[in-house]
C-alpha cells in the first residue's frame, strides 16, 4: 500500500509513525508512507495555505489552491472515477478528508481501506477547508469520533495505524486482528493438532472480552478459574459472555447491529435483570465486595 499524507506539519509524523506495527510494515515493504508539506505547493513568499472566510466568521480556512496542486501532482484518478469504482467494489485509491463533519471511522472502515492500493489523506487545520476540496478532489470524509481537534494529522496518524495493522503480513498472528473488539466476522476454525476447536472467542462486533496472563495469583487478585482449567468450550462460553457483558455496559449501542443467537438473548436477558455473571459470581477473577 502507498499512503499519502498531506499537511501542513510534516514534522508532526516523525513521531507517531516511527514506533510499532506502522514501523515495523514500513521496513517490511508492506505499506509507503509519504509526508507532503502543504505549503511546498504555495506560490507566493510568504508561503500562504490559508485566508479569511467568506461571509465573514471567526478564524481561518485552508485555501483550495495549493491542495488541488498537491493532488494533481499526483496523477490519480478523476474524484468521480474513485467513486464509481468504489461503489463497485473494485476501488483501488481513495482521497481522504479529514473532518469533523466526515462520517465515523470505524473498524468497518478500517478494513474498506486495507483493501486498497493507495490512500491520500487531506489534514485539515484551523477553521477547516475549502469545501470544494470536500467537492471535488475528496471521495470520503473521515471523522475520529464526535469531538473537535485542532487538526487532521493526529486523526490522520489514527487511519495509518489502524488501516496498516490490518494488512497482511504486518502483525505476526493474523488471527488476532479477526478476534478483537468491533471486527463483526471471525469463523470458529479447528486448530491444528487438536481435538477440536480453539478457545478463541471471536467477538462478532462487540467489544472484545477480558484478558489475562500470568502470575496467575497477583496481590490476592486471582485469574477466573475457567481460563485455567483447561475446558476450550468453557472458555469460549465465559469468553462470549464475558464479552456480551462488556458491551452492554460499555457500548450497549453495538448491540443494535448485531446479531444474536438464542443463548446470547437468554444471558442478555439475565444481564438486564442484574445477574453480572451467568457463569459463577466469582469467575471474573476480581474482589468480592460488600454488594457480593
Not at 13 to 38: N, Q, S
Not at 152 to 173: D, F, M
Amino acid at each position: 500500500m502507498k499512503a499519502d499524507i498531506i499537511t501542513i506539519f510534516p514534522d508532526f509524523f516523525r513521531g507517531p509513525l516511527d514506533y510499532g506495527i506502522t514501523r515495523r510494515a514500513t521496513e517490511m515493504g508492506l505499506v509507503k508512507i509519504e509526508v507532503h508539506d502543504l505549503r511546498q505547493f504555495t506560490h507566493d513568499k510568504h508561503r500562504t495555505v490559508d485566508d479569511r472566510p467568506f461571509g465573514g466568521g471567526e478564524g481561518m480556512v485552508l485555501k483550495p489552491e495549493p491542495i488541488f496542486e498537491c493532488l494533481e501532482a499526483f496523477e490519480l484518478p478523476a474524484r468521480e472515477v474513485r467513486i464509481s469504482e468504489r461503489a463497485a467494489s473494485r476501488a483501488k485509491q481513495s482521497v481522504i478528508l479529514l473532518s469533523a463533519q466526515g462520517e465515523r471511522f470505524t473498524q468497518k472502515v478500517a478494513t474498506e481501506l486495507a483493501a486498497l492500493n493507495r490512500l491520500v489523506l487531506i489534514c485539515g487545520r484551523y477553521e477547516g477547508v475549502d469545501e470544494r476540496v470536500a467537492d471535488h478532489l475528496a471521495d470520503r470524509e473521515l471523522s475520529i469520533g464526535d469531538y473537535v481537534l485542532s487538526g487532521g494529522e493526529l486523526a490522520a496518524a489514527v487511519v495509518i495505524e489502524s488501516v496498516t495493522r490490518l494488512l497482511p503480513g504486518a502483525v505476526g498472528n493474523e488471527a488476532s486482528t479477526r478476534q478483537e473488539s468491533f471486527t463483526a466476522h471471525a469463523p470458529t476454525r479447528e486448530m491444528p493438532g487438536s481435538d477440536g476447536p480453539d478457545s478463541t472467542c471471536g467477538s462478532g462486533g462487540l467489544l472484545d472480552y477480558p484478558h489475562y496472563t500470568r502470575p496467575a495469583e497477583f496481590r490476592g487478585m486471582s485469574v477466573p478459574e475457567v481460563l485455567i482449567n483447561g475446558n476450550h468450550q468453557q472458555i469460549r462460553r465465559w469468553r462470549r459472555e464475558q464479552a456480551l457483558e462488556k458491551t452492554l455496559r460499555n457500548r450497549p449501542d453495538l448491540l443494535d447491529a448485531i446479531e444474536l443467537n438464542d443463548e446470547d438473548k437468554k444471558l442478555m436477558s439475565r444481564m438486564r435483570r442484574g445477574s453480572r455473571n451467568p457463569i459463577s459470581p466469582m469467575s471474573s477473577g476480581r474482589r468480592p465486595t460488600t454488594d457480593d
